[in-house]
T-cell receptor
Framework: AQTVTQSQPEMSVQEAETVTLSCTYD???????LFWYKQPPSRQMILVIR??????QNATENRFSVNFQKAAKSFSLKISDSQLGDAAMYFC???????????????FGKGTKLSVKP | DSGVTQTPKHLITATGQRVTLRCSPR?????VYWYQQSLDQGLQFLIQ???????AKGNILERFSAQQFPDLHSELNLSSLELGDSALYFC????????????FGQGTRLTVV
């Protein structure tokens, strides 16, 4: 079974600084997707960034980028120029590819609570 | 706004009772997923429906059941509720297209007292 591990329950960053959140996963499959979701106090689950396992290039979305190391099964999230609005729980998630023609379910890590200090 | 609507937003009920949570997926989305978020278990997948048919089951208790209707909305039924069922229940939807992510509703906060 696939598992996702986030080893940092809490992280803190100064506003405008850079922070990296760690995620490792375990799978025997070669094709899959990885995601980072943000959950602010409003509870809404917001997709931050996604990475396809077959792509070697790391995904980037504005101030958010990932370091995807397939061999090491590592998928970290870097947030640059941190803003107060980035304070939230961040969840790393895994999804199998080619799941019977429909979309597979997500497997989540336990989350990392990010605080941003002004 | 993700386009996924969940009702109600909050629900307080007593142990032993039965409740129904409702989810309206984004327009055109055929897949609906239900997840439970609790403090001790984190975010766990419960069940998936695709175009009206059950497609996958996760850690869903026998006291829980779900269905997806012809108009594609879905309902999650929780019965014989226990204190430990108190959690945030999310619905997510995704289209049929191959490589797309799931979009989450705002969740239903269930409190069992």
């Amino acid at each position: 079974a696939q598992t996702v591990t986030q080893s940092q329950p809490e992280m803190s960053v100064q506003e405008a600084e850079t922070v990296t959140l760690s995620c490792t996963y375990d799978t025997s499959e070669s094709d899959y997707y990885l995601f980072w979701y943000k959950q602010p106090p409003s509870r809404q689950m917001i997709l931050v960034i996604r990475q396809e396992a077959y792509k070697q290039q790391n995904a980037t979305e504005n101030r958010f980028s990932v370091n995807f190391q397939k061999a090491a099964k590592s998928f970290s999230l870097k947030i640059s120029d941190s803003q107060l609005g980035d304070a939230a729980m961040y969840f790393c998630a895994y999804r199998r590819a080619n799941y019977g023609g429909s979309q597979g379910n997500l497997i989540f890590g336990k989350g990392t609570k990010l605080s941003v200090k002004p | 706004d993700s386009g996924v609507t969940q009702t109600p937003k909050h629900l307080i009920t007593a142990t032993g009772q039965r409740v129904t949570l409702r989810c309206s997926p984004r327009s055109g989305d055929l897949s609906v997923y239900w997840y439970q978020q609790s403090l001790d278990q984190g975010l766990q997948f419960l069940i998936q429906y695709y175009n009206g048919e059950e497609r996958a089951k996760g850690n869903i208790l026998e006291r829980f059941s779900a269905q997806q209707f012809p108009d594609l909305h879905s309902e999650l039924n929780l019965s014989s509720l226990e204190l430990g069922d108190s959690a945030l229940y999310f619905c997510a939807s995704s289209p049929r297209t191959y490589n797309t992510e799931a979009f989450f509703g705002q969740g239903t906060r269930l409190t069992v007292v």
